[in-house]
Structures are given as C-alpha cells and as structure tokens.
Nanobody
C-alpha cells in the first residue's frame, strides 16, 4: 500500500512555471513506477508523465513533452513534476499515482495506475 500526497499547485500566469511534489509513504517506494495525471473541468483524466523506479525511463504525453519534466528522489520518497511554459489549457487537478508494474506511458495512459493521491489544483491564467 502506498499513500500519496501532492503539493505545489496554485495560480500562475501563462508562460510561468510551477513545481509539483508528491510525497509517498508506505513500503518500497523505490520499487514503484510513479506518474502524474490531470483532469480538467468537464474532461476525462489524462496521462501526463511517468518515471520508472530507477529514474532511467521517463514517458510524457505529447501535449507536455519538452515543457514538463518528471523526476524522483527515492531517498526522500518524493516525485516531482517541473512544469515550464505553462498554458491556460494546462489548467487541471494534477494527481500523483504509483504502480507496481514497469510499463510504458502508452500502457499507463490506457489503464492508469494502482494508487492515487487526491490531487492539487493548477490554474494557468491567460
């Protein structure tokens, strides 16, 4: 079982940056693939990014590639999402997630992950 708590959301102007953090508690954090998903008002949840346990493999949605960076610090049981060049369409509730498998971004985009945080709101003003 993994418990996930996100932080770092807020209001930012278009073109600005935010860094989200996700603190995990529970067993064997370093063995989990970690991810970020988002859900905008009136839309379905969508995959944003994922990082495997070693940090070697990362996956991104096309809409955020080259603007967002996912990273993790296994010593701190924390995963991060650095978001740069933010756009109004990035406005959403961002949720951290964890999965015991090691699969591709396409897989997680379709099937989601095992464990979820409650989310943090990011609002990008134009």
């Amino acid at each position: 079982q993994v418990h996930l708590v996100e932080s770092g959301g807020g209001l930012v102007q278009a073109g600005g940056s935010l860094r989200l953090s996700c603190a995990a508690s529970g067993r064997a954090f370093s063995r989990y693939t970690m991810g970020w998903f988002r859900q905008a008002p009136g839309k379905e949840r969508e995959f944003v990014a994922a990082i495997t346990w070693s940090g070697i493999n990362t996956y991104y949605a096309d809409s955020v590639k080259s603007r967002f960076t996912i990273s993790r610090d296994n010593a701190k049981n924390t995963v991060y999402l650095q978001m740069d060049s933010l756009k109004p369409e990035d406005t959403a509730v961002y949720s951290c997630a964890a999965d015991s498998t090691e699969a591709s971004g396409t897989f997680y985009s379709r099937y989601g992950m095992n464990y979820w945080g409650k989310g943090t709101l990011v609002t990008v003003s134009s």
